[in-house]
């Protein structure tokens, strides 16, 4: 007999979820929802027991979930003990398989992240994407997945993301309906509630692996050539400014905390991010992290406010998450006043596009400076420009690396060092062929390297030089 014949047969009058899809959709219905329906992911045939169980603990426990007295084990077993004795009130007919299934799940309901509880955990999971309470979607290898799992209801959802917001100090209500926050182990999340998000709660999280990648993992991954890490790993010891440039999701922060693995232990690092996600290594580091508005709109902390600070606290090197707004300025005066060797992302399609957005940021700032001036700033403030993208195979690759050489005229002139070959082709499993090569071009910063004892082997500029896969 089915759980669902068991449970009518235990209460004829209860209601038990079937979302079994039409088997004869509209004529009307697009091909889209037709597929969407014919590969519709089956109902939870507990969906409604663990509902009433779940009511039901939350009324039995009430504050105490949330009792900062008693630690995380003793808060499991103390829900554990109280949840076993709500399913005894149920009296219905299960086997141990499926009691033990509903506990579980419960258990992450009540204490953990819910239907994404799993995928959290799951190593090769990389995003994690809910667009409603039964639409859960996972990146796997650069590629998205639809998932099995559901939320029991809107309210389920609501109270996951108020339970990842409020361990950061954050918030999220009518008032403020969107939120950046964080994980502990430093996944980002970003939360949408209605009225913003129109079909109810939106959450993504950006997971970060167990383990901060190094340089060889993203050699390894074929994110980087051996060539291209023995470049800009003397950039970074030589005290070079180098900006990481990319779209969303290229990977941009994983790269930078990499090159951050360059920077000699005896140096002060100051980080200024808005949720703070680096995993710096060095013993000497100071972590720095934005601050919304309060309820009453005051006590907000942004990303210029801590650059600022962070000039006043004798650092070697700061180190700014993202770039996205007036704190550009600051930046870029800090990097021009001796704080050498500074470290930043940035949103952009290419090198070029990430000085016009910088510019464009700085003009934010609401300084009233020629455009000019602005430019001469960035070619003189920044050194490297690396750049990340995601291909279509869902690989994250480097495809260029540019020196900004300085002004001509009124342009900033940009050389190429190093170039992504798509001329390679694509092999048998869809993945492209090619890697980042040099140009053959010799950056002028060569000569700076020297002079501070850090020597670069000729052949990283030239074609023999280059990893061959």
Not at 165 to 177: Q, T
Not at 224 to 241: D, F, Q, S
Not at 413 to 437: N, P, Y
């Amino acid at each position: 007999m089915s759980l669902r014949d068991r449970l009518r047969q235990s209460d004829p009058t209860a209601e038990v979820e079937d979302h079994t899809p039409d088997p004869e959709p509209s004529r009307l219905t697009t091909l889209r929802e037709q597929t969407a329906t014919a590969t519709a992911m089956p109902a939870d045939p507990f969906a409604a027991i663990k509902r009433r169980a779940q009511d039901a603990l939350f009324a039995r426990l009430g504050s105490r979930l949330y009792d900062s007295s008693m630690d995380e084990h003793q808060l499991d077993a103390y829900v554990l003990q109280e949840l076993s004795k709500v399913i005894d009130q149920e009296q219905v007919p299960l086997t141990p398989a499926e009691r033990a299934r509903i506990v579980a799940g419960l258990m992450d309901d009540v204490l953990g992240y819910g239907a994404i509880e799993k995928h959290l955990a799951d190593p090769e999971v990389t995003e994690v994407m809910v667009n409603s309470l039964d639409a859960i979607f996972v990146e796997r290898n650069g590629r998205l997945y639809r998932t099995q799992e559901r939320y029991l209801s809107d309210d389920h959802l609501r109270q996951v993301i108020e339970r990842i917001v409020s361990r950061v100090g954050r918030r999220i209500d009518e008032s403020s309906p969107m939120v950046d926050a964080r994980l502990p182990d430093g996944s980002r999340v970003n939360a949408v509630i209605p009225p913003l998000a129109v079909d109810g709660p939106v959450l993504t999280i950006r997971k970060f692996s167990q383990r901060a990648l190094t340089l060889p993992d993203l050699v390894g991954l074929d994110t980087v050539t051996p060539t291209l890490v023995e470049l800009i790993g003397a950039c970074v010891e030589g005290r070079l400014n180098i900006l990481v440039s990319g779209g969303t999701g290229t990977g941009k922060t994983t790269l930078l905390n990499a090159l951050s693995s360059c920077i000699p232990d005896d140096e002060r690092l100051v980080t200024v991010e808005d949720a703070a996600e680096l995993r710096l290594s060095q013993p000497h580091v100071i972590r720095l992290e934005s601050r919304p508005p309060n309820i009453e709109g005051r006590g907000e902390v942004t990303i210029r406010d801590l650059v600022r600070n962070a000039l006043r606290m004798r650092p070697d090197r700061i180190i700014v998450g993202e770039v996205r707004g007036a704190e550009a300025l600051d930046m870029l005066q800090a990097m021009n006043t001796g704080h050498e060797g500074s470290l930043s992302t940035l949103h952009a399609n290419s090198p070029r596009d990430a000085l016009s957005r910088l510019e464009t940021m700085t003009l934010m700032a609401g300084v009233e400076l020629p455009v000019r001036a602005v430019r001469e700033q960035a070619a003189s403030a920044i050194d490297v420009i690396v750049h990340i993208s995601r291909l279509r195979d869902g690989s994250r690759r480097v495809t260029q690396m540019v020196e900004v050489a300085g002004m001509e005229g009124d342009t900033i002139t940009l050389t190429d060092l190093f170039s992504f070959d798509f001329g390679a082709g694509i092999d048998a499993d869809g993945r492209f062929r090619g890697t980042a090569v040099p140009t053959g071009l010799r950056p002028r910063f060569l000569q700076r390297l020297t002079d501070q004892g850090i020597s670069v082997p000729d052949s990283v500029f030239t074609s023999a030089g280059a990893y061959d896969r």
